[in-house]
């Protein structure tokens, strides 16, 4: 007998893909020694089977671990479906049963619109009577009247219908919405399956609590940052957060969450070297079959003794067959055709079935249909509704002389290498003692179907999956506090920490580019730990200023932040050109250029500007690039932290006083044949 326990999600570890739950067990005072079985019920079917793990706590020195298996429990009466989904349907019955009256509406007064009154119609006079022609005009035109009323009403009633509908449409479309984003356990009713973990403990002493693990493959989470900048650009807080979704069927509730960027399962083992061999004499290829150990009967003699020691039960004896007349279900089929729609109107329980009495079924002894059979069943056209119900008799039989279904034969296949699918028959099962897969496509199926789901709800702009950035190594981030993360799919916000930091104010501007000046923000990693790539939110003052991007930042490392183009920074780029010859008979063509690159500021304070440009490099060996000079002296620029290297870059970095100016200069020299010229003109700039 089982004891039960009562558990709560206590620690998710999140990884890259998948999550590791872990919950705390209580078995409860005064468990027995020896050897006690513990249930845990109400775990998510998402659950993977295999993955269940165990741990005693630190003062249960005494007990120890003995087995640990999981199964599937399904009640056997309830509502599979939550509130949600069951305000879904009920609008979707409604709206069906709407449809079906104002077809029939419409039909009536289709009706209503073809139909012809003439006079000579009437049958209280002859028709060659001269006196009967005022009653049956007078007839006609009440007739007339009456259709009119009829056609009226019906208009109204299509009309109100319609309006109906409208509002049940708007009203459907609410409720799909919310049960698109509502928690699982509005989703699933009381009668939804859960997973049962069965934990045997060995041994005496006190059992405080376990810490039972398991992991689910439907949980991701993305890297989200905020900055925030104060106090003139003098002060900053950068704040670390995650967006976390999950579907495994259960809400985190109250938990410590650990996000990852690793693996949730990696296989680490190394591979195993084949040897080379010369000629046809080739090593058999390993297989992973083993054929099943003898003396597997002998697991079952107890069962098999305890099973022929209970007494003979008799069978009861069959009841009396009901007669019925076919004839009059064959009359009848198109009625119960049209029961069938009306009775699937109603809402479910609103009516019994009323059916009539079955037979009872065949005795446990009697013998199976053989194959043959059973494929013409299925194959057989099926009935529905009430007719099929009122056809069925119940009960069983085989026909003459058939046998038991021979076994089917077994087929190679890497499925029967997940051993953890595989389950052993039950003592009273035709297969006992022999392995089979049951239920693992299903589960797959469905797993799959909740790690697809995940792909709905799209991350902000610029928000990159951990994969991507997460590096050479791998990292672990903790969330402030406990956090409660619902099973709906949709995104999260979880803080992980915040940390201060003395931003650095500079300007840079791309001056071959453009002449916007662009104010960014530079500070060293608050953290302990690298930030990964994604989005940081820039608020300024408290104001949002910019939605902002950075790349994979190490511990320690420093980072900028665009904050945007500064209006009060001014840039001009002038370039002059002059050409002459040289050389034998003028043989070269000479074109030196001189750059100049003006900055006006109209700040309060001096600024610090970054001007980067660009000197032309060529790969033509008739075409040379000599540099002039430059002043002040620049330092080569190669842009390679960016991850996309740039041939022939200058950077300054020029002091601009407050409300005054600034310039660097920089000239170099082209050298072409006389009788070519660059594409685009010789003037360069």
Known sequence: MAIHCDSSITHVQVFARGARVTRRVVPGEGVAGGEVTLAVDGLPTLAAPGSFRVSLGGDAAGRSLVLVRSSLVVPAKGSALGPSLEAVRELERKIHRIDRHTGLSQRRRDAITEARLDPKHSARRAPDDPRSVVPRTRE???????????????????????????????????????????????????????RRVLITVRGDGPLPHLELTYAVDAARWWPVYTLRIRDHARAATWISEALVAQRSGEDWRDARLELSTADMLFDARLPTLPSLRFGRAQPPPKRAFRAAPGGVEAMFEGYDRAYRALPEVPSPAPAAQPLWAMDDLRATGDALAELDEDVAMEAPGARGEGGPPTMPPAPAEAVAYAPQAMRRSVAAPKRGGLLASAMSFGGGGAPPGGGAAPEPVVEPSDAWLDYDGLTMGAPGEPRRGKLGREGGDAWKQERDRAVRMLDVPQPPAGAKDPLASRGMFDHRY????????????????VPLGSGDATPTVRWRVIAC???DVFREVELRNPFDAPLLAGPVDVYVEG????VAA?????????????MGVDERLRTARNVRAKEDTAGLLGGDTIIDHTVSVE????????????????VPVTDEKTVEVTPRGARPEPERFTQAERGAAVRGGLRWEVIVPAGGRAAVEFSYRLTIPSKNELVGGNRRG
């Open 140 to 194: 006609t035109l009440a007739a007339h009247a009456m259709l009119t009323a009829l056609a009226a009403e019906l208009d109204a009633r299509l009309d109100a219908l319609h309006r109906e509908r409208h509002e049940l449409v708007r009203a459907l479309e609410r409720a799909r919405t919310h049960a698109s984003q509502a928690r699982s356990s509005e989703l699933t009713g009381d009668a939804r399956p859960t």
């Open 478 to 493: 903790r969330a402030e506090g406990l956090v409660e993360v619902p099973s709906d799919g949709l995104l999260h916000r």
């Open 513 to 515: 580019e453009s002449t």
């Open 543 to 546: 104001s949002l200023l910019v």
């Open 550 to 562: 950075i790349q994979h930042i190490d511990r320690g490392g420093t980072l900028r932040v665009g």
């Open 599 to 614: 900055l006006s500021s109209a700040l309060g304070s001096p600024a610090l500007v970054e001007v980067v440009d660009r």
